[in-house]
């Protein structure tokens, strides 16, 4: 316990202390020794490499599953892609310093202007790539960011973290600008997430069981993100050709992630003409459908679902489809099952369309488009840190904004309150 | 137990189902609601009264102290004056539905709009305006809204909460758009911040010890407001014409109030000379003084300050008064000790202006102007529902805007990723 407690302590008041010299710091600093991390990546390739396949070498002796050690393996290419990512966040605007500006009868003039966030602890899975992400985007934003990824890819996150942070440190950020916590044990976790004095707030990345843990026992306030049990619904009025590629492309494209879709509603007025052309095609992709009794009539090959895959991310090739009587049915099953990810409706029908969009609540809703769209990036807003399914403070794609706060400057010449 | 996990429960729903209907309810609709809810008041009057005396008499009996039995009581013009104030907020801006629009690359038409948050607890103690005031924001806002105040005021606010419920619903609101646990025992308020299905966010409104008891153990998302721990820094090139009025007018004008200054800091440089006039001008307005060392050497009338007063929040004539050497271990102090919600200088010297402004780190940051004026009304937006002392989601006063997330909205024509 003790040990873990001055460690932790320490890094919260090196963090602290570096934050508050980096709320302040000029745009051009931040953007310079963003370039030196870029370059300090380049520089480091053997060495990033070596641990990374000390991390990898690791992972197989314990048997982890072949799609984890995928995410954990850095390449050559890989390391050159976190540089250029790092060079793209050089040229994002810089949000801090920006606001709105107004004056009150009283003569009072008053700025409401963007500051940094302070500290932000990131608490992340087996990809060693967000430790680079994440700290660029904290630099760039003017925060201090203490790192605490999974414990497999520790070896590739120590020489990773220490190689950006002694370049951001060279080019003069604070010391304790990046911070990476080298004690995996959940205990430190549980740690973590209570250190409101130091830490601001914090950003779980990763699957749903590491998000609901530091939810329920974070004191300091959390950004949740990710899990998305995604929907689409096909309505009566659709076109069968836009249905039939937004479905294949939001379920098959890249499944593995949070804004794939799980569910697929199917409207009863169309459901014996579409659902046929519709299985053909996921056949074809290798999608395994668990269907709805409706469903399982209609196509011959799926398999009953159960109450429990109406709730399930699968974030695999796997499919739930179910037959609903309208468009209400359809909203009152998203109702019941969205994470308020992203949801879909296919229709040319301009009055439900408009409904869907109103009535559904989620961070993006859409009308004939593939959930996939939800994303920073495809948004428009660059880099993100992650997609926040909360309503509190940020929803959806989180950029640079995201990372900020505000607060209010007030020129007086001797006002007082009467 | 089960008492209130059944009724809690039924709460929860009916707020749940209450804020899916709100969420799109017309800003006409809601605006008339508003003002039956304001004539209801009128025409209760009697009612609400009584019901008041019931808790005054309650309270005296328990040998509850004046300052909180003058909080809970209302009179005729108390209640005049509440209907008026559901009456300014019908002339708010509803910021529902309002947001940006923009068009991607590939024809992808984005909009982010404003929708409510769905539904807000707000935990409060003794003064039942807060049901009213907290129901009508709520309410403008398109959120459903559980209010849990003090057990002093529960007479009065289940008559409150029942008049305007009632009078909301006449006018086509859904049934549990305002809802009282009319149960006050803390067990309750545990079981309430922890109910992350039905409720979206938590604010507490009340002492320090109510606002940690939620930080501490709300699962849901939480607000943080109002612990206010504010300075005053009379710096060497400060006009004494300016900072006299100001410190006399943020401590004494309402010391029980968040925005209230608890502690004068004074550069040493000019402590011989400004320190009599102040305390001379402290003891005309009854205000007790505790003093560092060297305020004590020079005003023989203070009491020493301990360690903890500089950690204390008054709320009373009480002010503690420290001198410093310079600007820097001004701002040290204050990050120190600071709460982090208004703080102010005063200096007729532009770079230290500036400094003060840019480097400390508070939802109000000042110079020349006394602290009182962080608040909703007189920063210009309007009713209040509380000043956040958090950095996420919403900072200082919190208006309408801040009972409102985003949703994107996207109209696509078939777009898929590629």
Redesign the interface.
């Known amino acids: 316990m003790s040990n873990f407690d001055s460690e932790l302590l320490k890094m919260g008041q090196n963090a602290k202390k570096a934050a508050?010299k980096l709320?302040?710091m000029g745009t051009d600093a931040k953007n310079e020794a963003l370039m030196a991390m870029a370059q300090s990546l380049i520089l480091s390739e053997d060495e990033i490499l070596r641990a990374n396949s000390r991390d990898i070498t690791a992972a197989e002796k314990k048997g982890i599953k072949k799609s984890l050690i995928n995410r954990l393996r850095l390449t050559s290419e890989g390391i050159h892609q976190m540089s250029e990512a790092l060079g793209d966040v050089v040229h994002l605007a810089d949000p801090v310093g920006e606001g709105d500006f107004?004056t009150?009868p009283n003569g009072?003039r008053?700025q409401k202007m963007r500051?940094p966030?302070?500290v932000v602890a990131m608490i992340y899975e087996a990809r060693p790539n967000v430790t680079v992400d994440a700290a660029a985007l904290c630099l760039k934003s003017g925060n201090a960011v203490i790192l605490r990824g999974g414990a497999e890819a520790i070896e590739s996150n120590k020489v990773l973290a220490r190689v950006i942070a002694e370049a951001a440190e060279s080019k003069g950020m604070p010391a304790g600008t990046i911070q990476l916590v080298e004690e995996t044990s959940h205990d430190w976790v549980q740690q973590i997430i209570k250190m409101?004095k130091y830490i601001?707030?914090v950003i779980p990345r990763g699957g749903a069981g590491l998000i609901q843990t530091v939810?329920?026992n974070a004191?300091v306030?959390?950004?949740e993100t990710g899990t998305g049990i995604c929907h689409a619904f096909v309505e009566r009025n659709a076109?069968f050709?836009?249905a039939i590629?937004?479905v294949?492309?939001?379920k098959t494209?890249k499944p593995g992630v949070c804004n794939a879709l799980e569910t697929l509603l199917v409207d009863q007025k169309i459901a014996e003409s579409f659902l046929p052309l519709m299985g053909a095609e996921l056949q074809k992709h290798n999608v395994e459908i668990r269907g709805c009794a409706e469903t399982c009539g209609i196509l011959p090959y799926a398999v009953p679902a159960t109450e429990e895959d109406w709730a399930t991310e699968y974030l695999d090739l796997i499919l739930s489809i179910k037959v609903v009587k309208n468009l209400d049915e359809a909203m009152d099953h998203i109702?019941e099952y969205s994470t308020k990810h992203s949801e879909t409706i296919i229709t040319e029908n301009y009055t439900v369309a408009q409904r869907f969009?109103?009535?559904v609540?989620?961070?993006?809703?859409?009308?004939?488009?593939?959930t996939?769209?939800?994303d920073g990036g495809?948004?428009?807003f660059g880099a993100e840190i992650g997609i926040s399914t909360?309503?509190?403070?940020a929803?959806?794609p989180m950029g640079l904004k995201e990372l900020t706060?505000?607060?209010?400057?007030?020129?007086?010449?001797?006002?007082?309150?009467k």
Do not use: C
Not at 361 to 370: C, E, I, L
Not at 390 to 393: F, Y
């Open positions: 508050r709320a302040y107004w009150r009072l008053m500051v966030l302070g409101n601001d707030v939810v329920q004191t306030p959390v950004i076109d050709n836009k590629p937004i294949i492309n939001a494209q109702y969009l109103r009535e609540d989620a961070a993006a809703v859409y009308v004939n488009a593939s996939r769209f939800t495809r948004f428009g909360q309503k509190l403070h929803r959806g706060t505000v607060k209010y400057l007030i020129y007086g010449d001797g006002q007082i309150v």
